[in-house]
């Protein structure tokens, strides 16, 4: 099992940026691939960035592609969302989740570890 704590949320002007830190505890941090999604009020949970288990590939949403970068460091056993360019759309609740496999899902349900969350507000 994994345990994930997310941190480094906040409140940001347009065009500002952020860094999301997902602190995982455990040993085999290496074994998981690692995603972030988010939700906004009143909508469906949304896929934002997903990273392999060496960091290699990744992979993105098309609404943040281009802005925001996931990364890891398995040394640390932390993932890293930087988010650029922020737009008062990306106000949403940011959530780290953690797979076993070895894909890059973009489905919620294929995550088996998730954080309690942290929140982003965008302001305009």
């Known amino acids: 099992q994994v345990q994930l704590v997310e941190s480094g949320g906040g409140l940001v002007q347009t065009g500002g940026s952020l860094r999301l830190s997902c602190a995982a505890s455990g040993r085999t941090f290496n074994w998981y691939t690692l995603a972030w999604f988010r939700q906004a009020p009143g909508k469906e949970r949304e896929f934002v960035a997903a990273?392999?288990?060496?960091?290699?590939?990744?992979d993105y949403g098309d609404s943040v592609k281009g802005r925001f970068t996931i990364s890891r460091d398995n040394g640390k056993n932390t993932a890293y969302l930087q988010m650029r360019r922020l737009k008062p759309e990306d106000t949403a609740d940011y959530y780290c989740?953690?797979?076993?496999?070895?894909?890059?899902?973009?489905?919620?349900?294929?995550?088996?570890?998730w954080g309690q969350g942290t929140q982003v507000t965008v302001s305009s």
């Open positions: 989740a953690a797979n076993r496999g070895g894909l890059l899902w973009r489905r919620d349900d294929e995550y088996d570890y």
């Open positions: 990273i392999g288990r060496s960091g290699a590939d990744t």
